[in-house]
């Protein structure tokens, strides 16, 4: 049978992943394909995402994103890093920055020589203090014009985030339609898509569905029956609650993520609001207990009741299935501990464009995007069970079974190389860095046994002057730069 050439491009929902999709894909293929979204007001959306990760200024530049117009409508502000408190035990504090930390050369990244230094006594200092991003973060300071630049994300209203990209995809050409899909109508011949009916009758066809239905997953897990992999052997929250409330100060640049007794909690500062949620373990916390303990801690008045969200952490076993690709929650979930919902959307958005499939469905294109796809999903897990696996709390049985449970061979070689010998690496299609794997690892309390000899190989008083050298210059640098407020009220102020 002939491959059918894909010129219907048909996205069912819409939120963050149906626009990210829709305004990609009329930016970048505009003139050789049509796009149909399908979406409800009657249907919310989860919306919790409100914080992303230095990527997200590639995507945007993708589709050439006016910055400042961005920020404005999506109420957003600047973002630097991530705090984690009561992480390593109670009371504990450590900071994961965007950006690089230190000096690295070829034979050696940073840490090796901040270990060395600090086992010479030349300085006290943490690994942090080494990184502009971290200082100027907690001096809530922000420019874009520094030198050197700033690696920066956003904080973000998701739904004002999905409108603004609604307003960029229907005036280039994307058709949305209003209405519930009521069913998914498969090809007898081919088991592939032909079409979604929805409940006022009308039948829209299609070449290519992407799948944007949330946690429901209708055309991927329903229609398809692509199964669902389990990963909360791995990662034990289940639930989380989410709240806003008014803002009670100036908006730092960074996300605070505070560790409690059955999971965490975080709190996402915006230009208007700040955004608040805590994420737990069913087995070991009632949601009474949840939302008490929520409310418990927020700062400023709360502008609604905490709204409940029920999750399996894990994804499909395909994100690509026949003439199908399933994007945002419909692929999976992973907790936002270190923003990475939206990224997903992004990079596999990005890979549809590479991969596109012109000439009809070809399965080592599928078999590509699933494998890469995969390959991220799994590298993102990794870094989310590494925060749970190496805490050192152990005053609840939340954080004893996170202590005990055994992990993917994957994370566990990883963390077996650093303590032996302070070796963190990036693969070539991995997320996170070098920087952001041994902040975490050094934050929560993992100190090598070994590392690598080459700050012996500086002449004496080289290393404490390299040291001093860096810490003078990021000083000098975070002196220079307005506080996060002014530049936000400078450069995209929200109304």
Known sequence: MARKRVERVVIAGGGTAGWVAAAALVKQLGPLISITLIESEEIGTVGVGESTIPTARTFHDLLGINEGVFMRAAQATFKLGIAFENWGRDGSRYFHPFGSVGRSVWMGDFQHFWLEA????????????????????LAGRFSQGSKPPLAYAYHLNATGYAAFLRSLAEPAGVRRVEGKIRKVELAPESGDIAALELESGERIEGDLFIDCTGFRALLIGEALGVPFRDWSEWIATDRALAVQTESVGPPVPFTRVVAHGEGWRWQIPLQTRVG???????????????????LGAIDGKPLFEPRPIRYRTGMRASTWKRNCVALGLASGFIEPLESTSIHLIHVAVTRLLQLFPFAGMDDALTARFNAQSTHEWEGVRDFIILHYKVSERDDTAFWRRCRDMPIPDTLAQRIALFRESAAAYQGGEDLFRVDSWVSVMLGQGITPREWH????????????????DIRRGIAATVATLPTHQQYLNDYCKAR
């Open 276 to 294: 608040n949620g805590l994420v737990y373990a069913s087995d070991y916390l009632s949601e009474d207990e949840a939302v008490s303990r929520l």
């Open 453 to 468: 000899q080459l700050g012996k190989l500086l002449k004496p008083g080289e290393l404490g002057q390299a040291f001093g």
């Open 118 to 137: 600090r086992r010479q006594g030349l300085t006290q200092e943490g690994y942090g203090a080494f990184s502009l991003e971290q200082q100027a973060a």
